[in-house]
């Protein structure tokens, strides 16, 4: 060139048009412009280059997640749209794909981490990994990024009496009692519980059939299959939770489509509203509590671990975590046991 440089110019494909499209390479020396120019060359034929340097980061996220769409969850689809829009678009989403480097991502992780629980920045920065590794492969700015390190995960075991206060609350309301009894008494998820139809129910041999979630998509709440084989299941019932049903039922005067038709999403702000209704208001408990409330019940009557897991749903090494956080009455109680063992 004029100004002494050298440059190599590159095919790297066609537009949609059918026109060639051309990358330009420049470099001091002859010897490292053809150094460059064959490395591209050899990134094109192994299929790991991309052109989207030129493409800002929002447009190029908002492209790859709708790729995605048929191969993720609906409600795994709604998150990673709310992580763009609400956190990556306002971080760097008008930077070019080639100016985009380890600092911008760097300063948002730690920009995050003063705003949000450790997790979810965790997960913010894997998803952000993953949409940048299928863009731009090895130069993929937040590959080295450092994850922080995972929080524990949050256990809250409720003890009988506090169990037993908020079923006491819940009698007062045939519907409630239904709903919690099934998370408490049968293990269920929240989701679960609401996709539950009238031909579920096996009320005269005391058992559910598991085989269906309520789970949020882009159109709202969509029936769909658990997350994993173990999720479907027969869930053994107590005839008081059987007659319950039955009683609930009859109540509504005709067999509904579904047994609760309300959104999942609602009936944990219900549920929050039950509890502040008694003397356990200002607790830090949530709905998922009641199953872990069977989980720990589970335990303490000496149910062996393979079979709280297939209960619940869950594999073993999960239940193994939940006994983790088992109160100090339990283990004290158990360290009474060894003892006695030895003896």
Known sequence: MKNGKFQATVYIGRDSDGKQLRKYITADTERECKAKARKLETEIDEGVFVN?????????????????????????????????????????????????????????????????????????????????????????????????????????????????????????????????????????????????????????????????????????????DPKSENGFRDVVIPKYLSDLLSRYIKQKGEIPDRLFDVRPDHYTHRFATLKDRTSLKGEDMVFQDLRHYQASWLYKNGMPDQYSAERLGHDIITMKKIYQHLDKSIKIENDKKVIEMFK
């Not at 030129?54 to 492209?63: M, P, R, W």
């Not at 519907?175 to 919690?180: G, K, N, Q, V, Y």
């Not at 009320?203 to 269906?212: G, P, S, T």
């Open 52 to 224: 989207i340097e030129n493409k800002k980061v929002g447009k190029y996220l908002d492209e790859w997640l709708e790729l995605q769409k048929n191969s993720i969850a609906p409600s795994t689809y709604l998150l990673y749209k709310g992580y763009i829009r609400a956190h990556y678009k306002p971080a760097f989403g008008d930077i070019k794909m080639s100016k985009l480097n380890e600092l911008h991502i760097q300063k948002f992780k730690n920009d995050k981490l003063q705003e949000l629980a450790v997790n979810t920045v965790r997960k913010l920065l894997f998803v952000l990994r993953k949409a940048l590794q299928d863009g731009m492969k090895n130069k993929n700015p937040a590959r080295d990024i450092e994850v922080p390190q995972k929080e524990k995960t949050r256990f809250r075991l409720l003890t009988d009496d506090e169990f037993n206060i908020i079923h006491k609350e819940a009698k007062k309301n045939i519907f409630d009692e239904c709903i919690i009894l099934l998370a408490a008494w049968g293990g269920l998820r929240r989701g679960e519980i609401f996709a539950l139809k009238p031909n579920d129910l096996y009320l005269k041999d005391n058992f559910i059939r598991v085989d269906e979630a309520r789970s949020i998509s882009e159109n709202g709440y969509i029936d769909k």
